[in-house]
């Protein structure tokens, strides 16, 4: 029996920038690294090499230009994180690299692959021992070869650690870093030999009511552990960039920025993405029927950011389930007791009424009878 093969859909987690007349093109790494992360993400899991063979042709585009790396990011999947550095180590052009808030975990490789690091006062670097999720039961020889894997993705970690820092932190130390899961300041990160230098970029970070890390407008709802920790070395006595006047009030600042062309072009950008998110969702909604599975569909692709085009195979394999409707279903059942009884439902009438009388009576007692049970079936739908 074949298997049906099974259409993936791919999410980068990386965005490219490069604007016509440009010497340099940007690289954004923000968020965790790891694709398909929609809501059928657990559906489709996702091959490292189908992100990287999509990464490796965004670079080609850019054909040899240099490049600006900015990265906020939690971490991630480590594989992908080392076949983004492979792209990048071997990349023509030069790559510099910029921390835009946190650079954690699988980000730090990705990292250094730049020929040079730039990174906040009040920014963090975070390296740990790569490790692994298992959902399934093993035997002793299974984990010993998790335990043989983890300690390969380890080495070449630490490989790409040696090579950055070049001689500043000898290895056994690097190793107990890793162990240790070490955050660094920027000072720290640069007597390492993680970074080259220091600047005055601003970092913004706070905690959400839902006890969610956010850092510089970037969710990242996998750091769970020292989070409040976290959060005071990012904000503690750190002064954050500020190119306006500082006699100026919030709104004022706010009112001169839009009136810049950068504050513009953040206008246009929020205008287009305004259209774009008001079309995305109109013609999600054309896509909705009768049926009550293409519908949950629809709705759920509409809260989760997922076009219509995406979503269009998973409705085309429900499209043909038909809904049961097990309200009706009630409905007829109810009813055909109640025609079978034949008693009740009736309303008394004078003894000498004609039997024609009778049975008119009867039979518009029943019609009354389906109405309330129907009326009451819909009732309890609504609720």
Same mark, same amino acid.
Do not use: H
């Given at each position: 029996m074949k298997k049906k093969k099974v259409m993936k859909m791919h999410k980068k987690f990386w965005q490219i920038k490069n604007e016509a007349g440009s010497d340099r093109a940007e690289i +954004?790494?923000?968020g965790e690294i790891n694709a398909n992360a929609e809501f059928w993400k657990e559906w489709l899991g996702d091959d490292s090499m189908t992100s990287a063979r999509g990464f490796a042709q965004d670079l080609q585009t850019l054909e040899g230009k240099d490049l600006l790396l900015r990265i906020n990011s939690p971490g991630g999947d480590v594989f992908q994180a080392q076949a983004m550095y492979s792209l990048l180590?071997?990349?023509?052009?030069d790559v510099e690299c910029h921390i835009d808030g946190i650079c954690a975990s699988a980000a730090t490789v990705v990292a250094c692959a730049a020929s040079k690091i730039v990174m906040p006062e009040n920014a963090l670097f975070m390296i740990h021992n790569p490790s692994v999720m298992l959902c399934d039961s093993m035997t002793e020889e299974d984990l010993q070869k998790v335990q043989g894997m983890l300690a390969k993705v380890k080495e070449s970690i630490l490989s790409a650690y040696m090579a950055r820092t070049n001689?500043?932190?000898?290895?056994?130390? +690097?190793?107990?870093?890793?162990?240790?899961?070490?955050?660094?300041?920027?000072?720290?990160a640069q007597e390492k030999g993680f970074i080259d230098d220091i600047d005055d970029f601003g970092v913004a970070a706070s905690i959400t009511d839902n006890a969610v890390l956010v850092v510089n407008g970037q969710a990242m709802p996998g750091i769970v552990k020292h989070k409040q920790e976290i959060l005071d070395k990012l904000t503690a006595g750190k002064k954050v960039r500020n190119k306006m006047a500082v006699n100026k009030s919030l709104m004022e600042q706010i009112k001169a920025f839009f009136?810049?062309?950068d504050g513009q072009e953040?206008?246009?950008a929020v205008s287009e993405a305004k259209e774009n998110e008001k079309n995305r969702v109109a013609t999600l909604d054309a896509l909705k029927g009768d049926n009550e599975y293409v519908n949950a569909l629809v709705d759920v692709a509409k809260a989760h950011g997922t076009d219509a085009e995406a979503l269009k195979p998973y409705?085309?394999?429900?499209?043909?389930?038909?809904?049961?409707n097990t309200a009706l279903e009630q409905m007829a059942a109810l009813i055909k007791d109640e025609m079978q009884s034949g008693a009740t439902g009736v309303k008394a009438q004078p003894a000498e009424a004609a039997p024609q009388d009778l049975e008119k009576a009867k039979k518009q007692a029943e019609i009354e009878k389906i109405v309330n049970l129907a009326n009451g079936l819909a009732a309890r739908k609504e609720g």
């Open positions: +954004l790494l923000y180590k071997s990349y023509s052009g001689g500043k932190t000898d290895e056994q130390e +690097l190793k107990d870093m890793m162990n240790d899961e070490t955050w660094l300041t920027a000072q720290e009136g810049t062309a953040v206008l246009n409705l085309d394999a429900v499209a043909k389930v038909q809904p049961k």
